[in-house]
């Protein structure tokens, strides 16, 4: 039952606070090593892939020798109830990530942080730590194995890190403040009102921040009416009310609510507010405030706009809820949870502004969707919570406060930051925001109404046109360390044997590919050659399963001229996969013996993402075979999804991510299904359902330039957790090779759907995908990091194949694809070419068609679904009856011919 708290029980809503007294101050130096003293640089050891340490008269210069450098410090004893400062000054020769561990007997990864540092430039670092307590030793990791390692002059100079110094501090810690929920606000008769379509604004007339917000006539929010400021005075902790310590007035005037404040801090400085509220485009109501004081304050903390959802409606429940870049909810979620990710990491209620891929918080219930999204500013800090568990109002919680966050700004979950921020007496802060209404019980429709409201962004400038793309792709297969001639790697990690070479089908198709598409370039003829010669080292049966790429065609049998071979290996596939479900229709997790079970934090060991990879297995095998019994296997599989329509995609990276994250591969593979779904029936259901999965997987894109750096938007993120729950986290990391998969789903809905947003999408994805590849004069050029670091724009390994940003090059540049499949429903035929098809007649009796084919020899084309022998023609001339028959397959009903590059092809049935 909702506590009720009146205006009597908040008077004198005025208090300070104190701060913890810790037995040392805020900043006393517990140990300063300055690195530079060559005493004090003879304390740290040199322990793994460091040569030995140099001093130098700038600090401890560290000369890696291998993928994992580290050093440690001698053992130091700490207070056993202080928390600390570690703040360090640093050179690395490469930008990338380090870390700081902190131990008695051992480093572990549940006693280290994270940080980030940029090339070739002098960095000071400060990093919160928990006590530390009596014979503590430091571990310092440097950022990892740079460029340098490929150098040939220099083969084991990996590259160089110079430490200046590193003073440990005592930290004191504020102690969160007591917070009064939000009442329900009242208003007198005559209420002040803004009305935008379905969504309603009602304002109190004298009390600042006391608002409700409708939808088709149901509360939905109400807004903080008992908000409070906090500042510093004097190293102590001080809140006031401003309803209390002042005077609110709103007025109305042309369909605006406008709303005034004036309040007095206990020490006699003079606050104003200001929040407007207009209507917006469509269903959307503009929110705008300000606040400025008199004089200099050092802040704490301030709310600008606090909503709550639910309160005095549903509660805490919810079908759904985001927000983007962090949270991913379904109704029976809560934020922060240790589901997805574990320790204080999980805490994502006041992220830095890096990790939003959009400014958008939402929250779907009662078949209404309440969202707001806002303008991203330095000196503002998104809040979100569902449910609330900073206010406690039994809702949920939307909220844009000041100050910012940065990284190490707050402790994790907590609203108050390490150290005020400064605020200039006359300066304003403000916040801009539009509070946003949508029918339906999923997220779905706040990010429609996101893109029909800001639009996509405009594509990334990636340095690349069609040629030299096309290059950097050739440069990748031909030069870079996966070429094992003829056998390719997966990807490579310096100084690792992890991705073995191995035979691959996909490879040299996509070299020959190249070949065609670089005909005067010196490498066509080498690519032709290593393409031949590793082609030919393969069995005819294999060459359609995937060894490499993470978008897979069928066009390396089509370009081999083994169709059918490849077709008998699948149609064992297909159904070796359908006995992969459980009786009940589910894909279960198993994990591997020893290995960390990753269904542990999901209700089910099953999931939308985990059942739609093998799915979508069976739906691709089951349309190239063509056999009616494997295609309604597959469709059989494919309802099964069914049961998740309108859920959150999630759990398909179970090699290393629990089960239940957040996962945009999740959504790739349930459009990709349901793509193929409708292309096999033509189905408009399975069409929308596409389409929902499409919009499910947007919050994982970065719609907006995180940082003022060439790489950002389109950039996108993979999970919203952690692999095993702890480390790396992915959460603000953005993993291309996995937007890829989901770009390529999006061009196949475009051919379907024609909505241009899939389009730009997948455009702007693979343009990041190409500004994130090793750039043409380095010797891992044309292969794509696993990962990349925003902040200092750095490419982390593995180094993938070219495969993964090439597969939505053709796309891209409006080039022959690699590989089509046409759907003919009306003759019941289903058509495949290494290059375009466009029917040109299709009846029961005949069908018609055009195929231009990029191979410059005569190369496969697969026609299936057959009942008989047909009469075939191809550009006007009949094929003699011979032919058709050498390569008929009637119980099959699986016809393979060839053709050349390109012809006009009529099939009489």
């Known amino acids: 039952m909702q506590k009720e708290y009146t205006m009597q029980k908040l008077i004198p809503l005025i208090f300070v606070l104190f701060a913890c007294q810790n037995a040392l101050a805020q900043n006393t130096v517990l140990h300063d090593y300055e690195l530079n003293n060559q005493v004090q640089a003879a304390k740290w050891i040199p322990d793994h892939d460091l040569a030995p340490l140099l001093f130098t008269h700038q600090g401890l210069k560290m000369q890696i020798t291998g993928g994992d450098p580290y050093m440690h410090g001698p053992a130091e004893d700490y207070p056993a109830r202080t928390p600390v400062w570690i703040t360090f000054r640093l050179r690395s020769d490469t930008g990338g990530m380090g870390r700081l561990y902190y131990f008695h007997h051992g480093a572990s990864e549940r006693k280290d942080i994270h940080f980030t540092v940029s090339a070739n430039r002098w960095q000071t670092i400060s990093l919160p730590l928990p006590p530390l307590g009596a014979h503590t030793f430091l571990r310092f990791d440097p950022p990892g194995t740079p460029h340098a390692f490929l150098r040939s002059d220099a083969p084991k100079n990996l590259g160089s890190c110079i430490l200046a110094s590193l003073v440990v501090s005592a930290r004191t810690i504020l102690p969160p403040p007591v917070l009064p929920p939000p009442t329900l606000p009242h208003f007198h008769s005559r209420s002040l009102q803004v009305r935008a379509g379905m969504l309603t604004l009602q304002q109190a007339h004298h009390q600042y921040g006391a608002f409700r917000i409708y939808i088709h006539g149901r509360l939905m929010a109400v807004g903080l009416n008992h908000p409070t400021i906090g500042y510093l005075w004097h190293g102590k902790e001080v809140f006031f009310s401003i309803n209390h310590n002042g005077i609110a007035v709103a007025t109305y005037s042309m369909g605006a609510v406008y709303v005034r404040a004036v309040a007095t801090d206990p020490q006699g400085a003079t606050w104003q507010f200001y929040q407007t509220f207009s209507p917006g485009p469509g269903d959307t109501i503009q929110a705008s405030c300000q606040v400025r004081v008199n004089q200099n304050r050092q802040l704490l903390y301030l709310p600008l706009l606090v909503m709550f959802p639910g309160f005095g409606s549903f509660g805490s429940k919810k079908q759904q809820a985001l927000f983007a870049g962090l949270e991913y909810l379904n109704a029976s979620d809560r934020s922060s949870s240790q589901a997805d990710m574990r320790g204080a990491q999980a805490h994502r209620e006041l992220p830095i502004s890096e990790k939003l891929t959009l400014p958008l918080m939402a929250v779907a219930a009662q078949n209404r969707v309440l969202s707001l999204r806002w303008q991203v500013e330095k000196h503002l800090a998104a809040l979100f919570d569902s449910p609330d568990r900073i206010y406690h109002s039994g809702a949920h919680l939307f909220g844009l406060i000041a100050p910012g966050s940065t990284e190490f700004s707050r402790p994790p979950g907590e609203l108050l930051p390490y150290q005020a921020a400064p605020l200039l007496a006359g300066h304003t802060i403000s916040a801009q925001a539009y509070i946003m209404a949508a029918t339906g019980n999923s997220i779905v429709p706040a990010l429609q109404q996101y893109t029909t409201e800001c639009g996509l ?409 057959l009942k008989n022998k047909p009469a075939l023609q191809i550009n006007g001339k009949p094929v003699q009856a011979n032919v058709v028959n050498e390569r008929f397959l009637k119980q099959t009903g699986q016809l393979a011919f060839q053709v050349d590059s390109s012809a006009v092809v009529t099939v009489n049935k």
């Not at 066009?555 to 059918?564: E, M, N, R, T, V």
């Not at 194949?801 to 796309?811: A, L």
């Not at 290494?834 to 007649?841: C, D, F, K, P, S």
């Open 457 to 865: 962004p405009g594509l990334p400038r990636s340095g690349y046109n069609r040629l030299t793309a096309l290059q950097l792709a050739a440069q990748g297969w031909l030069h870079s360390p996966i070429n094992h001639f003829p056998l390719f790697s997966h990807a490579f990690v310096p100084g690792s044997t992890s991705f073995v070479p191995l035979p691959s089908p996909e490879a040299p198709t996509e070299m020959e590919y190249l070949a065609t598409q670089l005909p005067k370039e010196p490498a066509a003829a080498q690519l032709n050659q290593e393409a031949h010669a590793a082609l030919a080292q393969l069995l005819p049966a294999r060459l359609n399963l995937p060894v490499l790429f993470h978008v897979p065609t069928f066009a390396p049998a089509l370009l081999a001229g083994h169709a059918l071979q490849a077709a008998k290996e699948l149609h064992k596939q297909v159904l070796q996969l359908n006995d992969s479900f459980a009786a009940d229709g589910h894909v279960y997790y198993h994990p591997q013996q020893g290995a960390q079970n990753l269904a542990a934090t999901n209700p089910h060991p099953y999931s939308n993402g985990l059942q739609a990879e093998t799915t979508l297995t069976m739906l691709r095998d089951a349309s190239y075979c063509g056999e009616p019994d494997l295609i309604h296997a597959a469709l059989k599989r494919l309802k099964l999804l069914n049961q998740y329509y309108g859920s959150v995609p999630r759990g398909a990276q179970t090699w290393e991510v629990p089960l239940h994250t957040p996962d945009i591969l999740a959504s790739a593979e349930l459009c990709h299904c349901y793509v193929l779904g409708y292309h096999l029936t033509g189905s408009k259901k399975l069409l929308q359902q596409a389409e929902y999965w499409a919009w499910t997987g947007l919050p994982f894109v970065y719609l907006r330039s995180p940082v003022d750096k060439p790489v950002g938007a389109y950039a996108t993120i993979a999970v919203y957790g952690a692999t095993h729950w702890r480390a790396p986290s992915w959460i603000g990391l953005p993993v291309q090779w996995c937007g890829m998969v989901y770009a390529h789903a999006l061009r196949l809905l475009y051919r379907c759907d024609h909505n241009p947003i899939w389009k730009q999408l997948a455009d702007g994805i693979t343009l990041s995908g190409l500004q994130q590849t090793w750039p043409a004069n380095s010797k891992l050029a044309g292969l794509l990091p696993d990962s990349y670091l925003l902040g200092v724009q750095h490419r982390n390994y593995p180094a993938i194949n070219p495969g993964t940003v090439f597969s939505g090059v053709p796309g891209l540049y409006h080039l022959i694809p690699l590989y089509r499949m046409k759907v003919c429903r009306r003759a019941g035929l289903i058509l495949h070419a290494a290059g375009r098809i466009q029917v040109l007649h299709d009846d029961s009796r005949h069908l018609l068609f055009r195929v231009e084919c990029w191979p410059l020899t005569p190369c496969d084309l697969l026609i299936t679904g």
